[in-house]
Nanobody, 123 residues
Framework: VQLQASGGGLVQAGGSLRLSCVAS????????MGWFRQTPGKEREYVSA????????YYADSVKGRFTISRDNAKNTMYLQMNTLKPEDSAVYFC?????????????????WGQGTQVTVSS
């Protein structure tokens, strides 16, 4: 599975962005996926996860109520709608895929990773 993340950019606090992650690979839509983020000098952190069907979604407390994860298996694409962005949301965002049906918040369960897309939120 190969993953390509896009949609990052510069936005003012309170604004919105939608990240996309396009996957290639025959069995992509059998796998759960997630979004993670990382800032310089810090460890990569979990943001959100979605099951293979899209029915189950999970969020880090820091983004709950502001971010929405979704996927369109027909388009081989996962999304992260980010609303009410805050400066502390600034990071490189990575999409990733497991080899399981169930969603996971543990980044060690993820075996395929995209290249990351930069999100910068100005105050």
């Amino acid at each position: 599975v190969q993953l390509q993340a896009s949609g990052g950019g510069l936005v003012q606090a309170g604004g919105s962005l939608r990240l996309s992650c396009v996957a290639s690979g025959r069995t992509w839509n059998n796998y759960s996926m997630g979004w993670f983020r990382q800032t310089p000098g810090k460890e990569r952190e979990y943001v959100s996860a979605i099951s293979w069907s899209g029915r189950m979604t999970y969020y880090a407390d820091s983004v709950k109520g502001r971010f929405t994860i979704s996927r369109d298996n027909a388009k081989n694409t996962m999304y992260l709608q980010m609303n009410t962005l805050k400066p502390e949301d600034s990071a490189v965002y990575f999409c990733a895929s497991t080899q399981y049906y169930s969603a996971s918040v543990d980044q060690h369960q993820y075996v395929y990773w995209g290249q990351g897309t930069q999100v910068t939120v100005s105050s």
